[in-house]
């Protein structure tokens, strides 16, 4: 089994929809807890960062972390054609060098 | 602003040729990491290293190797190219100090092994 399972898609949805993305863990020493970004031929970016449970948002984007169930969620509000990429879940923990990354959704927003 | 760049785009390369693919950061990062990324598979860990002169494996080392001369570049060498690493590789600099450890990543390098 992975240490990080995330559903490689790929998902369509119409401009303006709101996406749900996920990843699970069995790792329950990670701590932090991130989604990138990447454009087709790009490097990934970092999209939002979270230490621990909770939720986190900015703009149009909020992270959740359930620590008990070891899922983790991205939403995209009002999504848009400019969102399709394929987003990455990575965690990490406390001390560690090594980020693992879930091996990405393929998200397609359609106008 | 984090900035990571990598020597190529696009390489094309022989089976048995001796590659180098060089990353350099520009933000006093500690930590850097070369990763290839193939459809499926998502990212894995070729090697990484802590500091100056320092090297871990990772996740898949066998057929590759780096070095780390400067704090800033940090290179990785495929000894003899073969066809089974044509992939996108990826190199990320981090940093554990000053509260947001989160990596960055350069534009990665599309290499393909004929």
């Known amino acids: 089994q992975k240490e990080v399972e995330q559903d490689p898609g790929p998902l369509s949805v119409p401009e303006g929809a709101i996406v749900s993305l996920n990843c699970t863990y069995s790792n329950s020493a990670f701590q932090y807890f991130m989604w990138y970004r990447q454009y087709s031929r790009k490097g990934p970016e970092l999209l939002m960062y979270?230490?621990?449970?909770g939720n986190k948002e900015d703009g149009r984007f909020t992270a959740q972390v359930d620590k008990s169930s070891k899922y983790i969620s991205l939403f995209i509000r009002d999504s848009q054609p400019s969102d399709s990429a394929t987003y990455l879940c990575?965690?990490?923990?406390?001390?560690?060098?090594?980020?693992?990354f879930g091996a990405g959704t393929r998200l397609f927003v359609k106008a | 602003d984090v900035k990571v760049t990598q020597s190529s785009r696009y390489l094309v390369k022989r089976t048995g040729e001796k590659v180098f693919l060089e990353c350099v950061q520009d933000?006093?990062?500690?930590?850097m990491f070369w990763y290839r990324q193939d459809p499926g598979l998502g990212l894995r860990l070729i090697y990484f290293s802590y500091d100056v002169k320092m090297k871990e494996k990772g996740d898949i080392p066998e057929g590759y190797s780096v070095s780390r001369e400067k704090k800033e570049r940090f290179s990785l060498i495929l000894e003899s190219a073969s066809t089974n690493q044509t992939s996108m590789y990826l190199c990320?600099?981090?940093?554990?100090?000053?509260?947001?450890?989160?990596?960055?990543f350069g534009p990665g390098t599309r290499l393909t092994v004929l």
């Open positions: 990575a965690m990490r923990d406390t001390g560690g060098f090594k980020t693992i």
């Open positions: 979270t230490y621990s449970s």
């Open positions: 933000m006093d990062h500690e930590n």
């Open positions: 990320a600099s981090d940093s554990r100090t000053g509260g947001r450890d989160t990596q960055y």
